[in-house]
């Protein structure tokens, strides 16, 4: 099994940056895809980015070129970085994380509990 807490969630202008951190603890050796998605009000949740233990990184058309994924494996810690924030950026962002596709883990899927962003003036 694999815990996962996020932190850095909160208010922030347009505009404006947030780094979201999303540590892992448990069977972190077999982590494999660690990633965001978040949750708007009367949305479904979305994938926003996923980085790879190799560090292949892969994001929504929405967010390229603003967040930036990245992920220390030594730490079993990964941060999302959003700049240039907007007020469609609002929503509750989950930490997934998905271990390797191999016995004993076959490939599961964890989520962290979310933390809430919140983009207004």
């Known amino acids: 099994q694999v815990q996962l807490v996020e932190s850095g969630g909160g208010l922030v202008q347009p505009g404006g940056s947030m780094r979201l951190s999303c540590a892992a603890s448990?069977?972190?050796?077999?982590?494999?895809?660690m990633g965001w998605y978040r949750q708007a009000p009367g949305k479904e949740r979305e994938l926003v980015a996923t980085t790879t233990r190799g560090g292949t990184a892969n994001y929504a058309d929405s967010v390229k070129a603003r967040f930036t994924i990245s992920r220390d494996n030594r730490k079993n810690t990964a941060w999302l970085q959003m700049n240039s924030l907007k007020p469609e950026d609002t929503a509750v962002y989950y930490c997934?994380?998905?271990?390797?596709?191999?016995?004993?883990?076959?490939?599961?899927?964890?989520w962290g509990k979310g933390t809430l962003v919140t983009v207004s003036s």
């Open positions: 448990g069977s972190t050796w077999a982590l494999n895809v």
């Open positions: 997934n994380a998905v271990l390797d596709n191999v016995a004993p883990y076959f490939g599961a899927n964890y």
